[in-house]
Nanobody, 121 residues
């Protein structure tokens, strides 16, 4: 069994910063790609940023230069540092982890419960 717990969301003024965290616990052999998605009301869920187990990162064009994804593999944790926040960044943010629970098992995708980020103008 695997659990993902997110933290760090909140209300911030435009131009401010927030740092999201997602901790995975339970039966984990390895974690491959770790990522953050977001979903605003009335919109589809979209990829914000992702990081592989080798450290390769990928960002949505809308957040490049403002957001930074990082991971602490020893702690099974992924972070999203969000700077220069804009009202358009308002959404529920979800972590997404591809987890291998045992050597003989393939990776499965797990989602966090979501954390709300609201940016006021």
């Amino acid at each position: 069994q695997v659990q993902l717990v997110e933290s760090g969301g909140g209300l911030v003024q435009a131009g401010g910063s927030l740092r999201l965290s997602c901790l995975a616990s339970g039966s984990i052999f390895s974690i491959n790609t770790m990522g953050w998605y977001r979903q605003a009301p009335g919109k589809q869920r979209e990829l914000v940023a992702a990081i592989t187990d080798g450290g390769t990162t990928n960002y949505a064009d809308s957040v490049k230069g403002r957001f930074t994804i990082s991971r602490d593999s020893a702690k099974n944790t992924v972070y999203l540092q969000m700077n220069s926040l804009e009202p358009e960044d308002t959404a529920t943010y979800y972590c997404n982890l591809k987890i291998q629970r045992a050597l003989f098992l393939g990776s499965q995708t797990y989602w966090g419960q979501g954390t709300q980020v609201t940016v006021s103008s």
